[in-house]
């Protein structure tokens, strides 16, 4: 059901899923969702509801934090990732580039530096590795990540979406970043968080239920996964056969503890992977995200959707 579409604009896609058993009303998500076009906040687009019973949405608001001039001392270079980069001052930070300049998502600093031509300014965010296992497995050493300008990304347990704006910033315009979360409480922020970044599509829904979403997702290059629940390889599988295109990817966080409290990580590491071979994929990578995560590795893979 698509609903509110006369009073918006065509340059973002918003996408509401609404959760069944919600306490709001589908007249309350109308409303909201009118006043949020109507108010501060510039979404536009496409608005798409389905599934009935009650309500995700949202509000206004975004965090605002500091933003340092980067100065003579701050270089910002190219990190081996395209996308990525590396602010290089006192200390070496990671950064994205910011794709909505002035704004911080949800505090952290930005970085002002020289854009080359007289008068212009590149803004980046600082990406902290104690905040997002992905920014952990860059530093961690992955070699490749997939996650590059330009591609198409499956993000499984997006939480309020702080990692998901920095994925948002590493895509670009030109990429997509579908982000499902199931808790209503954090699907409000990544809402909030996917009205400036337009290349956000919000999904407040179950991932272990990919029929649900399935209207809302073309073929994706790439899977993340943070859902941190025991049958988290199961739902990669799921979101794989339904979304993933052949000889795509996946990148994985595994907490070893949701899996099994009781047998070492690496025995935990080990019996995921093989689920993983299970599902039609062929292992890639493995490293630690030790020291900014205890007992959690970042796994990568790629997926043979034909056997031949
Ligand atoms: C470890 S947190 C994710 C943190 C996030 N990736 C980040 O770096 O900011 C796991 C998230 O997955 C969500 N989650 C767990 N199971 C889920 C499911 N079946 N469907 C959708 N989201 C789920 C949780 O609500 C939680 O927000």
Redesign the pocket.
């Given at each position: 059901m698509a609903f509110g579409a006369s009073k918006l604009r065509s340059n973002i896609e918003l996408v509401v899923v609404l959760m069944s058993g919600s306490q709001e009303t589908l007249a309350d998500a109308v409303d909201l969702v009118d006043a949020a076009v109507d108010g501060a906040v510039e979404a536009a687009g496409t608005v798409v509801a389905s599934a009935v019973d009650g309500a995700v949405v949202t509000a206004v608001g975004s965090a605002a934090g500091d933003v340092a001039e980067g100065g003579s001392n701050t270089v910002v270079e190219p990190h081996r990732h395209p996308g990525i980069f590396i602010a290089k001052g006192k200390e070496h930070m990671l950064v994205t580039k910011n794709l909505v300049p002035g704004e911080s998502v949800y505090g952290e600093k930005r970085i002002s530096v020289d854009g080359g031509v007289e008068g212009t300014k590149i803004e980046y965010r600082v990406w902290n590795p104690f905040?997002?296992?992905?920014a952990a497995g860059v530093l961690g050493g992955l070699d490749h990540i997939f996650i590059q300008p330009g591609k198409k990304v499956l993000?499984?347990?997006?939480?309020?979406?702080?990692?998901?704006s920095h994925v948002a910033d590493i895509v670009g315009p030109e990429g997509v970043v579908y982000a499902?979360?199931?808790?209503p409480r954090?699907g409000r922020d990544l809402i909030n968080m996917a009205k400036k970044r337009t290349n956000v599509i919000p999904i407040v829904?179950?991932?272990?239920l990919p029929n649900k979403y399935r209207m809302l997702i073309s073929t994706v290059d790439v899977i993340?996964a943070?859902?941190?629940?025991p049958d988290q390889a199961r739902?990669v599988i799921r979101n794989a056969e339904s979304f993933l295109k052949d000889l795509g990817h996946v990148v994985i966080?595994i907490?070893a503890s949701c899996i099994d409290s009781t047998a070492p990580p690496d025995v935990i590491f080990a019996a995921e992977l093989q689920k993983l071979k299970e599902g039609r994929f062929k292992a890639l990578e493995q490293v630690t995200l030790e020291p900014y995560e205890r007992d959690h590795a970042m796994v990568s893979a790629q997926y043979r959707r034909h056997t031949s």
């Open positions: 905040r997002s296992k992905l993000y499984l347990g997006a939480a309020s979406g702080t990692s998901v499902v979360e199931f808790s954090s829904e179950d991932a272990r993340f943070d859902v941190a629940q739902i966080s907490k």
